[in-house]
Each structure stands twice: as structure tokens, then as C-alpha cells.
């Protein structure tokens, strides 16, 4: 069975700077990874994957990603934060023997201050 | 290309009743999952459709069911509507379960 856990359900950042979301993975085989961006009242948009390629995922609007397999982690960042990135965000995991299917983490909802 | 598409985009429902959501798939598309997004949480895994079987299903109870036709669009049916069923409901669709892309979602409120 995989898992994901999502460090922290809320992160605060003023526009510009930084963003880290932190993500944990628990998987029996090797994964993908995925994180998706919800807007409010929009579908799930993808922002990167990790398919066993590169460590280092460069994904859409700035944001990438590194598979650290030693730490189980796929941290997500971008180093200036835009008003646009305010939005709810999924670290995801998938095993080919599971089928595919996506399972979740429980979100990190990210608030950008001017 | 139209991408993923679900109807209808709102439903509202009392207890006790039955509803059923659609989904079409991007184009070139041939399998759909269904995933339920209850409110302040992450989606999950409900049902997977491939070749008009279900290929895959989450832990949900037979009150879920699906149909996926020949041109691979699909359903879900939800019978004996609970007020714990109100939630998000996404549909993804994908070429052989690869990569998923998602559609709007249908909010399902059970009153």
C-alpha cells in the first residue's frame, strides 16, 4: 500500500518570497509522484511528475520538485511566490501494481500576502 | 480538444435517494476513475474503468457503483444518498492509467 502525508495543512508566504510545501511518501514499490493545484471552484491541475527519470522535476508557472529517495520526501517549491499561487495544493502517489491509482495527501493550502 | 468534462456541475439531494454523475474523457482517452473529494480534504480513490469493466476500486461501499460505455464516457451511481456522501466528485481521465487528468468535478450536496 502507498501513503502520503503533508507536513503542514497551511502555509503562509508574502508575495515574492520563497515557498516550500513539504511532502512524505510511504510506498512497497517504486513510485511516481505527482503534485496537483486546485484553484478554488477549479478541477485539479498538474503541476509536475516524477517517473523514476531525473531527481529533479521542473514543472509548470516556476514550481519543481526533488525525489530524495533516502528521505521518502517530494518537496515542492518556487522561489518567488506570485498572488496567482494562492491555491490549495496535493502531493500524490502512484504504483504501476496498484493500477495507477492516485492516492492523495491531505492538501496544503497556500496564502500569499502583498 | 475539450479535455474532461462532467455533468451536471451541481446536484443537490435528500437522503435516501439515488443520483448518478457523468463523465466524458479527453479525446484519445480510454480509461476513467472516479475520485470523491469530501470538503477540506484530499480526494480519493473510488473506482477505475477500463474497457467498460471496473478495473480497480477503492474502499467505498456497494452503494457506489459505475458504467463505462463503449465510446468511454462513464457514471457513477450513488444509491441510499447519506448526508457523509455530500462531497466534490472528480472524474480523471487517462490513456491505460498513466497520466490522469481531471475534469471540473460535480459538488454533490445530500440534504
Known amino acids: 500500500a502507498q501513503s502520503v502525508t503533508q507536513l503542514d495543512s497551511h502555509v503562509s508566504v508574502s508575495e515574492g518570497t520563497p515557498v516550500l510545501l513539504r511532502c512524505n511518501y510511504s510506498s512497497s514499490y517504486s513510485p511516481s509522484l505527482f503534485w496537483y493545484v486546485q484553484h478554488p471552484n477549479k478541477g485539479l491541475q498538474l503541476l509536475l511528475k516524477?517517473?523514476?527519470?531525473?531527481?529533479l522535476v521542473k514543472g509548470i508557472n516556476g514550481f519543481e520538485a526533488e525525489f530524495k529517495k533516502s528521505e521518502t520526501s517530494f518537496h515542492l517549491t518556487k522561489p518567488s511566490a506570485h498572488m496567482s499561487d494562492a491555491a490549495e495544493y496535493f502531493c500524490?502517489?502512484?504504483?504501476?501494481?496498484?493500477?495507477?491509482?492516485?492516492?492523495f495527501g491531505g492538501g496544503t493550502r497556500v496564502l500569499v500576502k502583498p | 480538444d475539450a479535455g474532461v468534462t462532467q455533468s451536471p456541475t451541481h446536484l443537490i439531494k435528500t437522503r435516501g435517494q439515488q443520483v448518478t454523475l457523468r463523465c466524458s474523457p479527453k479525446s484519445g482517452h480510454d480509461t476513467v476513475s472516479w475520485y470523491q473529494q469530501a470538503l477540506g480534504q484530499g480526494p480519493q480513490f473510488i473506482f477505475q474503468y477500463y474497457e467498460e469493466e471496473e478495473r480497480q476500486r477503492g474502499n467505498f461501499p456497494d452503494r457506489f457503483s459505475g458504467h463505462q460505455f463503449p465510446n468511454y464516457s462513464s457514471e457513477l451511481n450513488v444509491n441510499a444518498l447519506l448526508l457523509g456522501d455530500s462531497a466534490l466528485y472528480l472524474c480523471?481521465?487517462?490513456?491505460?492509467?498513466?497520466?490522469?487528468?481531471f475534469g471540473p468535478g460535480t459538488r454533490l450536496t445530500v440534504l
Open positions: 500524490v502517489v502512484s504504483v504501476k501494481a496498484a493500477g495507477n491509482k492516485l492516492t
Open positions: 516524477y517517473t523514476s527519470a531525473a531527481t
Open positions: 480523471a481521465s487517462s490513456f491505460n492509467a498513466y497520466e490522469q487528468f
